[in-house]
């Protein structure tokens, strides 16, 4: 599966972004989805996920309440809608597929897309 993801930009502090991550080659329908983001300098940290039907969904700590993913199997494309960005989510957001759910760790996500960058000024 290729997946492309889009929507980062140059925003201000406060402010909201929908990222998109778009699949093709395989349908996104059997796999659990992820974002991440890595800052400059930092290690590649996970942000969100959600599960094959939507059923559960997992965020980090820094995000929760702020962040929101979601899914459109028909579609096969999978959101990031960030709102009250802050500084410190500055970072080049990247989304994963994988098989399974349950890890929050980058290797075990088999697919990956070429990332976005998303810079909040503040």
């Known amino acids: 599966v290729q997946l492309q993801a889009s929507g980062g930009g140059l925003v201000q502090a406060g402010d909201s972004l929908r990222l998109s991550c778009a699949a093709s080659g395989r349908t996104v329908n059997n796999y659990t989805m992820g974002w991440f983001r890595q800052a400059p300098g930092k290690e590649r940290e996970f942000v969100a996920a959600?599960?094959?039907?939507?059923?559960?969904?997992d965020y980090a700590v820094s995000v929760m309440g702020r962040f929101t993913i979601s899914r459109d199997n028909a579609k096969s494309t999978v959101y990031l809608q960030m709102n009250s960005l802050k500084p410190e989510d500055t970072a080049v957001y990247y989304c994963?597929?994988?098989?399974?759910?349950?890890?929050?760790?980058?290797?075990?996500?088999?697919?990956w897309g070429q990332g976005t960058l998303v810079t909040v000024s503040s």
């Open positions: 959600i599960s094959r039907a939507s059923i559960s969904t």
């Open positions: 994963a597929a994988r098989t399974l759910w349950g890890s929050r760790a980058p290797l075990s996500y088999d697919y």
